[in-house]
Every structure is written in structure tokens, then in C-alpha cells.
């Protein structure tokens, strides 16, 4: 158990919905970063909070979007949803801006868009 | 355009041998490497990591080798476990970059 939790573990949504993935990092961690994992890709970064502010953004689409807030949980906001949606999202959270294996990762959401 | 690359979707070995695991990548730039291991249900956890100045990295029953000038490198475990099958990523970044780029994996089955 890495002490990140992310719910819901899984999501099942139709095309155009909105949906909301929520991340509790490890206590003490400042930062969260967030990955989707589509079908037989590696782990695609999309975003990185730190103590509530954001500090880096990878392939995160227009579509999307996050926040960290004052008690450290971290939401992802996916919307306007189109099939190719349809991956596991991870996410980690670190002490700091640590080097990748500072990150922790969670047991992910997996998310069907139908 | 992948930047890192596991050309290998699986591998299959015989508990006590050795499993190789291999990982290319395209940007020069980058000087940090990892691996990264993950079981069915549960996120990925840190194996093993090397930097660009070092061509090896030892840690217990798992080495990794780093060939800069071919842009490649390893993962060795030896001897292998059944404990070991898993998806094992390959993921690079710069040594003070937010930005990591991961391979798709490799599925690794350690047969008894």
C-alpha cells in the first residue's frame, strides 16, 4: 500500500459526460501528478500540483483539467468525454518536486467511456 | 513519436534464470532513467534507477545497464521469481525535469 488513494476505483460514463477523479496523496505530500495509462501505452504525464499551485503540465488536453486543494486531495476533471478517454489515470504524490522515484503511486481509476 | 520504447510487449522465462528486459529512447537530452514495476489492480512502484553518468546500477537481484551512446538500456534480474511477473515500465526524464516519459511496458512471466 503506497498511501495514496484514489477514488472511484472504477468509472463507467457515457460520451459527453464530465466526470471527476479524486486523488488523497500520502500525508505529508506537497506534490501530486497525475498520469493516464491508455491501452498498451506507457504512462503519459498530464499534469503536477504543488501545495495547491500548479507546476507542470505534460499532454494534458484542453479538455481537462485539475486542482490541489487546501488539505492536499487532488481533483482531475475530465469533460466533453469521447471514447478514446477510455484509460487508467494514476496518481502520485511526492514530498516534494522530487525526482520521479520520489512518487508514489496510486492504485489508479479505470474509466470506460462508452 | 515514442520517445522511450519497449520493443518487447512480453517475455516468458523459467524461475531461476535470467530475464532481460529492454528499453530504447530517442531524446539525448535525457540523463535520468527508471523502471518501474506494476502488479494487476495496484499503481506502479520504483525498482531501480541509473543516471547518465553512471553504465550500471546494482540493487540486489535487479541491475541496469545504460549504454548512452546506443540510447539503450536494461534490466537484468537474476535469479528470476514467480514473484517478479509483472508489467515492468522503462521511463526517462531529465535529472531536474518534471516531464517523464514512460515506455508501454513489458509484461514479464517468471514460469516454476
Known amino acids: 500500500d503506497s498511501g495514496v488513494t484514489q477514488t472511484p476505483k472504477h468509472l463507467i460514463t457515457a460520451t459527453g459526460q464530465r466526470v471527476t477523479l479524486r486523488c488523497s496523496p500520502r500525508?505529508?505530500?506537497?506534490?501530486v501528478y497525475w498520469y493516464q495509462q491508455s491501452l498498451d501505452q506507457g504512462l503519459q504525464f498530464l499534469i503536477q500540483?504543488?501545495?495547491?499551485?500548479?507546476?507542470a503540465k505534460g499532454n494534458i488536453l484542453e479538455r481537462f483539467s485539475a486542482q490541489q486543494f487546501p488539505d492536499l486531495h487532488s481533483e482531475l476533471n475530465l469533460s466533453s468525454l469521447e471514447l478514446g478517454d477510455s484509460a487508467l489515470y494514476f496518481c502520485?504524490?511526492?514530498?516534494?518536486?522530487?525526482?520521479?522515484?520520489?512518487?508514489?503511486f496510486g492504485p489508479g481509476t479505470r474509466l470506460t467511456v462508452l | 513519436d515514442q520517445q522511450v520504447k519497449q520493443n518487447s510487449p512480453s517475455l516468458s522465462v523459467q524461475e531461476g534464470r535470467i530475464s532481460i528486459l529492454n528499453c530504447d529512447y530517442t531524446?539525448?537530452?535525457?540523463?535520468?532513467f527508471l523502471w518501474y514495476k506494476k502488479y494487476p489492480a495496484e499503481g506502479p512502484t520504483f525498482l531501480i534507477s541509473?543516471?547518465?553518468?553512471?553504465d550500471k546500477n546494482e540493487d540486489g537481484r535487479f541491475t541496469v545497464f545504460l549504454n548512452k551512446s546506443a540510447k539503450h538500456l536494461s534490466l537484468h534480474i537474476v535469479p528470476s521469481q514467480p514473484g517478479d511477473s509483472a508489467v515492468y515500465f522503462c521511463?526517462?526524464?531529465?535529472?531536474?525535469?518534471?516531464?517523464?516519459?514512460f515506455g508501454p511496458g513489458t509484461r514479464l512471466s517468471v514460469l516454476p
Open positions: 500540483y504543488y501545495n495547491g499551485e500548479e507546476r
Open positions: 541509473i543516471s547518465s553518468i553512471k
Open positions: 502520485a504524490s511526492s514530498v516534494n518536486q522530487g525526482r520521479v522515484n520520489e512518487q508514489f
Open positions: 521511463a526517462a526524464s531529465f535529472f531536474y525535469g518534471q516531464n517523464f516519459v
Open positions: 500525508s505529508g505530500d506537497l506534490s
Open positions: 531524446n539525448s537530452m535525457f540523463d535520468y
